[in-house]
């Protein structure tokens, strides 16, 4: 038995160079095997230096060489199985090195015709070669970036009762109510090409011509369906692929992108919702305070634009965030318009923000995050839940407790809302946005039987990345992007 158990713990994979320059084995001396790409390679006539890395980290490993025959054939981007020993390194840069015993190339790559070359690559190159920009160090440390918020997401979520779940991707309504949505149809339902051969004959009439039997979409958002499961598990989270067919070209928009989406029950209270995601994003902020990749995203931008010092301050920050109402915000937009015309919208109560909007209220007004709350209805889907009290701003029309949370450098990056638990006026929102109540039975029933009020939000997790990188566009924050007109891999 204690064998046993003693063979379900030991690692079932040799370290990678991340984990043997975090912990170097002991003794010293002892041989180990490393795996990786070669980064580059310098050498002289007594010695040769190649780094190496395998991706799990921003460093690599620098590999030293007295005889450099082992070297002879090492080139850029080729892959390479060193042996030798880790030992204190006395050069600069590096606090270890390994001195290579054997070498030993499994995958060449020819200099000559290697894409990745070591100048500097401008970004539709690398969108060209997406299968291969993984190598560069920017990308890899987004990557990196990406995994260590995932497990941060997961740690909040975790110590503060959250399950999570996994919600369907396809799906049967548009939660928006946008439109904005890929519509699902089986291949053998796509008309045939001029050039295809004809319908066979033989074909049976009855054969459906949704593969549901009615339509079906990639969704564009789990929220709906983690109401269903928040009305038994009361706290519930999901991060998931979510799809929007919108044809924006902006630094903002993905056709595929990934979104942080929670809901829980027993909530009556829009701070409440907000409290809980500055709790999610201060715990981020703290998580990459010492981040390698986050210092290799930021490096090379001027210092004055350098929001690191700023992110600290945020995770620390002994009061909360700014809040302000919608009306708040629009007042302040239309005061600095009149005095300064810079706006290309002008900005007007009863209209959405713009972008130029969101960006000037953390940007400038506030600078930094702000959650601005309380919209119109008109301007918001048919689940959010109208104010009890003042529900009417000033004759103007009925208001929802919901809000956005906007960002220096992004604008929007969350956006949440109380849920309608009132089954009455949920039924009143149905009609007035034009939609189907059948089609929203089931979720009417939520309300029915035993509905409670609950709440929640969705964040967008490459802006989310795009934020806290200081990476401009969002086409950057995730290995494959695809948006309108392009589909890379």
Known sequence: MLA???????PSL?????????????????????????????RQKKVAFAVISDGSSEPGLQAVFTDVTLAKHLTNGASVRLRGTLADSPGAGQAKELQVSEAEVLGECDPE???????????????????LRARTREIGAMLRLRDTTTRAIHD??????????HTPIITSNDCEGAGETFRIVSSSDVPPTPSASPPDSTASPSTPSEYFNHPAYLTVSSQLHLEAVAAAISRVYTLSPCFRAERSQTSRHLAEFWMLEAEWAFTSSVADLCTVVEGVLRHILRTHASSPDMAALW?????????????LKLADA?????????????????????????????PEWGKSLQSEHERWLAEEHVRGPVFVTDYPAAL???????????????????????????????GELVGGSLREERLELLEKAIEHHGLN???YAWYLDLRKYGGAPHGGFGLGFERLISWISGIESVRECVAMPRWAGRMLL
Request: hydrophobic letters at 40%; glycine letters at 6%.
């Open 113 to 131: 015709t290697y894409p990745m070359q070591k100048q500097a690559l401008t970004v539709e190159y690398l969108r060209d070669h997406c299968h």
């Open 318 to 346: 002994p009061q909360p965030w700014t809040r302000m109402s919608y009306t708040e915000a629009v007042e302040a937009l239309a005061r600095h318009h009149a005095a300064t015309r810079a706006f290309a919208f002008a």
């Open 437 to 439: 109540k059948a089609d």
């Open 4 to 10: 046993r158990r003693l063979l379900s713990t030991a």
């Open 299 to 311: 490096r090379g931008k001027p210092s004055e634009h350098d929001r690191r010092p700023d992110f």
């Open 14 to 42: 040799p370290p990678t160079i991340r984990q043997l320059l975090a912990s170097p084995p002991l003794p010293a001396a002892a041989a180990i095997q490393v795996n990786g790409w070669v980064k580059s390679i310098r």
């Open 156 to 165: 909040y979520f975790h110590n503060n009762g959250f399950i999570h779940v």
């Open 380 to 410: 918001k889907p048919f689940y959010m839940r109208v104010n009890d009290a003042g529900g009417e701003a000033e004759g103007r029309g009925p208001i929802v407790a919901c809000f956005d949370l906007l960002v220096p450098g992004v």
